[in-house]
């Protein structure tokens, strides 16, 4: 229940400071009126902050961290030596049920490390996955890995396939999600032998799913299926160069529509239609990558990202605590058995 629900926060972590992060509890406070609050980080610059916000009062219990995980610190020094640190009593928190999701705009790397070894992984998933919301032509896709596995085997593929149409069915509230395979090519004698033997495998087993066979990469904004499916390497160059794109079409916008002053003039004649695109492209609107596959629900905010863009992160992980999309995973993970040939059908009739 919403009421029940209360999120762990790393205050300290991302390029902005705490400022940012209690901005965006207020707003967050506002869209959840039932959802509390565990803020982890410096009590000295956070009791200031949370002073100013009166809507936050009863809603946040804050938790004194002297130490910062910093973006240059390695993943395994954190995990020997960051137990004081923001990020460290975030995932604490959630570790020991005192919270039901953690988020952080930290080092990626380090909260994904200190996640593992305290949450650990679900049974049966070998590696965790990054899922992000992508906007498409459509609507939305989830994307994954973007960030979490440089190579993927076969198994591992499979496996974040069936993360991410849980997560499609929780969040984007699909009954059947379709799925893709991200490859150099549609055809099926395309591609690396890892992406070959996952999607054999997901030809043959019985999941909730629409099994899509291959997809390319303009696949992905055309929302050709609603879940790709990918190896971390591949899956963070594409999310970079489509956040990159996406601001690279908005400079050369601007610039065309103040070169002249009939350009000007038909800016203004279309301001309405502009704000609908420049909306459309903000990355703020679905910031946030999910760690899936761990025992614990935990959100990764853009670490440059500013109030907006955390509450949004904020959002991400309060839907998908009520999503159930921990035990849709364990439900579906345990599912994954092959669909018996009509072959092997009619020789145990007989």
Known sequence: MAEDLTVSVDAMGGDSGPGVVVAALARSAVRHPGV?????????????????????AG????????ETVRMDDKPSQVVRRGRNTSMWRAIESLQKNEAQVAVSAGNTGALMAISMFQLRMLDGIDRPAIAALWPTRKGQCVV????????????????????????????????????????VGAEEVKGHDAVKGAAQTLREVSLPIEF???????????????????????????????EGTAKLVVIFLRAALRRSLLGRIGGVLASGALKTLRRKLDPRASNGGIF?????????SHGGTDSLGFASALDMAIDMVRAGITAKIIADRAAL??????????????
């Open 36 to 56: 509390r609050f565990l803020l982890h980080g410096d009590e000295a610059q956070l009791k200031p902050l949370l002073t100013r916000r009166g809507k936050l």
């Open 337 to 350: 058995t092959p669909s018996p040939s009509p072959v092997a059908a009619s020789g145990t009739a007989a």
């Open 212 to 242: 899509c066979g291959f997809v390319e990469g303009d696949d992905i904004a055309d929302g050709t299926v609603d879940v790709v499916v990918t190896d971390g390497f591949t899956g963070n160059v594409a999310l970079k160069t489509a």
């Open 59 to 66: 809603r946040v219990e804050m938790r004194h961290s002297a």
């Open 144 to 183: 994954l890995d973007v960030g979490a596995n440089v190579e993927s085997d076969a198994q591992q593929l499979v496996d974040f396939a069936i993360m991410g149409e849980a997560f499609a069915r929780a969040v984007l509230g699909l009954e059947r999600p379709t799925v893709g395979l991200l490859n």
């Open 292 to 300: 899936l596959g761990l025992n614990g629900i935990v959100v990764k």
